[in-house]
């Protein structure tokens, strides 16, 4: 009797020692911090929270912290730290008047659209003649002299892939887009291109596969004024080795005044800032600020078989309530401007304002509950490689 009693009483004990010094689990049940966290009043996620006395928080470190007179924590990301001054204008953060430079630490991209998980006609709009369903995603006959391309259909909100894999439908327009493609083509011959739009500001990819082994890129900008299109200025470009009939992975991003292409995964790049977008010259329906397709990609001269699709967006953060949003708020020495990553449903300090230090009770480290989300999330931000 007193083995097993013991056997009771040991995992209550730990439990016990753990939340009295370690760390606590908490109920997530708010959607503000979708899709990194499902939170619902239901169903919502489970989160291991280790406690901090005196936290050294980095910028986009997410956290639990308990609100002046509300009893029960929340989890946000911390945005602001003590002694800046922040502002949200057109989905971007401003610290100090300033954008955060492109080698700034960021949260992960936001996936609206994989290929992997979705069809890919839900989302993309194509030629099925010559788009046609391959043993290994989509082969594509784009020979001839007219390009052929898919066009993303939706307008480019703040749409994420939710907890069931199905796409959850955003509220808001965003401006920062990315496009990935596994893809291969022949020897030598055509080329192939892939294009994000910002309100009248084009941004291209160009692959011109010069032989069997070897592609030149090019990074483009084509920019629509009041006298038709301007353009394409190249904004670089080189020749890269690579293997015809090889899978290769191309991405084309837009992120905070960067347009950046990489071929295989950040082994060869290519980036260009820019001061501001061309404003769109023919707003479309509602007043829609952003060139249509968001999105496309193809080729002319060539056949080439695309295996994977993925569509990403930034973390907008939305002009919405009054603090950091008509003009910056300055942080007080021990204060923090914390935002929810789901912004268009997150009551944060956009509304309320900024939060002392001692607010904090910890950093969420893991989702413990339920077990098909067991696991570690990026909780905190890693530099770009």
Request: proline share 7%.
């Amino acid at each position: 009797m007193r083995w097993l009693l013991a056997c009771v009483a040991l995992p209550v004990v730990v439990v016990l020692a753990l939340r009295a010094f370690v760390g606590d689990v908490y109920h997530v049940d708010s959607r503000s911090m979708e899709p990194l966290i499902h939170g619902s009043e239901t169903n919502g996620e489970y989160v291991f929270v280790t406690f901090e006395d005196a936290p050294r928080l980095a910028r986009f470190d997410v956290v639990v912290l308990r609100r002046p007179h509300e009893p029960v924590p929340i989890v946000k990301r911390v945005c602001g730290l003590p002694g800046e001054a922040v502002q949200i204008s057109g989905g971007d953060l401003f610290v100090d008047g300033r954008r955060l430079p492109p080698d700034a630490p960021r949260p992960a991209w936001v996936t609206v659209f994989d290929s992997r998980r979705h069809e890919f006609s839900e989302c993309f709009q194509f030629d099925r003649t010559r788009w046609v369903q391959a043993t290994e995603g989509l082969a594509v006959d784009a020979r001839g002299d007219k390009a052929h391309v898919a066009r993303f259909k939706p307008r480019g909100l703040d749409d994420y892939v939710g907890q069931d894999g199905k796409r959850v439908e955003g509220k808001v327009y965003v401006n920062d887009l990315a496009l990935e493609l596994v893809l291969r083509w022949p020897a030598a011959g055509g080329k192939l291109s892939l294009r994000l739009t910002e309100e009248g500001d084009l941004f291209g990819a160009e692959l011109e596969p010069l032989t069997a082994h070897r592609v030149r890129m090019r990074l483009l900008r084509t920019v629509r004024t009041n006298e038709g299109e301007r353009g394409p200025e190249v904004l670089g470009q080189f020749e890269a080795d690579v293997e015809a009939g090889e899978w290769h992975t191309v991405r084309l991003a837009n992120r905070d005044n960067e347009v950046r292409c990489e071929l295989d995964m950040h082994v060869i790049a290519l980036a260009s800032s820019y001061s501001n977008n061309t404003p769109s010259l023919r707003p479309a329906e509602g007043g829609y600020a952003h060139a249509l397709p968001r999105i496309e990609f193809g080729g002319s001269g060539l056949a080439f078989d695309v295996r994977e699709v993925l569509v990403q967006r930034d973390v907008t953060y939305f002009e919405l309530g009054h603090h950091g949003v008509t003009e910056p708020v300055t942080l007080g020495p021990d204060q923090i401007f914390v935002l929810g990553d789901n912004s268009g449903e997150s009551s944060d300090s956009r509304e309320w304002g900024p939060l002392p230090l001692h607010r904090v009770l910890g950093r969420p480290r893991a989702v413990v509950w339920p077990p098909d989300s067991f696991g570690t999330r990026e909780f905190t931000v890693a530099p770009r490689p």
